[in-house]
């Protein structure tokens, strides 16, 4: 199992941005789907993004499209979320998973159960 452990989270002002960081050990990053995931107070965790394992292709949820960009640096065994245009609502506790069996395309699918996941880093955007 790959261990992942998430950084960058804050408070931020509505509008701002933040750069969250997944950083792994223990296994190499090259071979795993890799995402980000949400979960609200009160909400269900939901999908944010995903990158491929290689040729770095990418899907998003609706609701961040062209606000975010995840990315990886398979080198520095990291992935990123950078998360511009803030909203209130973008407030959530923002997981990283891996997988290595899943697409990055199904990685956000209802239910999907997935390898590995992160303790979660706090984003917190004011009004």
């Known amino acids: 199992q790959v261990q992942l452990v998430e950084s960058g989270g804050g408070l931020v002002q509505a509008g701002g941005s933040l750069r969250l960081s997944c950083a792994a050990s223990?296994?190499?990053?090259?071979?795993?789907?890799m995402g980000w995931f949400r979960q609200a107070p009160g909400k269900e965790r939901e999908f944010v993004a995903a990158?491929?394992?290689?040729?770095?292709?990418?899907y998003y949820a609706d609701f961040v499209k062209e606000r975010f960009t995840i990315s990886r640096d398979n080198a520095k065994n990291t992935v990123y979320l950078q998360m511009n245009s803030l909203k209130p609502e973008d407030t959530a506790v923002y997981y990283c998973?891996?997988?290595?069996?899943?697409?990055?395309?199904?990685?956000?699918?209802?239910?999907?159960?997935?390898?590995?996941w992160g303790q979660g880093t706090q984003v917190t955007v004011s009004s």
């Open positions: 990158i491929s394992r290689s040729f770095g292709r990418t």
């Open positions: 998973a891996a997988d290595l069996f899943t697409t990055a395309q199904a990685m956000g699918a209802p239910g999907k159960s997935l390898g590995s």
């Open positions: 223990g296994r190499t990053l090259s071979g795993y789907v």
